[in-house]
């Protein structure tokens, strides 16, 4: 049975930093690519960032390019997200799940689709309070 776990959401000033973690267990983890993705109440969820089953091509939204850097260690089966400067309107739960497309989607379309998605976690939540 595939699990995933997201932790290392919580309350942070605005400017702040915090790092999520996800660890997963029942897949092989080394296989996937994978990603975070986030949804604020009343929004439809979004790709925050993803990366390859090596770690050598990532992808971020617009919206967190230059502030969040996405990075796992295959070895701990676990992937991370360092969020830095945050912004009020980073505030929401956090999911972290694996790329069933491989990236061929964010490289075709330069979005991560959902819909690519699965294996999801229960979500963190991060609060940024300006």
């Known amino acids: 049975q595939v699990q995933v776990v997201e932790s290392g959401g919580g309350l942070v000033q605005a400017g702040g930093s915090l790092r999520l973690s996800c660890t997963a267990s029942?897949?092989?983890?080394?296989?996937?690519?994978m990603g975070w993705f986030r949804q604020a109440p009343g929004k439809e969820r979004e790709g925050v960032s993803c990366?390859?089953?090596?770690?050598?091509?990532?992808y971020y939204a617009d919206s967190v390019k230059g502030r969040f850097t996405i990075s796992r260690d295959n070895a701990k089966n676990t992937l991370y997200l360092q969020m830095n400067s945050l912004k009020p309107e980073d505030t929401a739960m956090y999911y972290c799940a694996a790329d069933l497309a491989r990236m061929t989607t964010v490289q075709a379309l330069g979005v991560m689709v959902k819909a690519d998605f699965g294996y999801w976690g229960q979500g963190t939540q991060v609060t940024v309070s300006s």
């Open positions: 990366i390859s089953w090596s770690g050598a091509r990532t």
């Open positions: 029942g897949l092989t983890f080394a296989d996937y690519a």
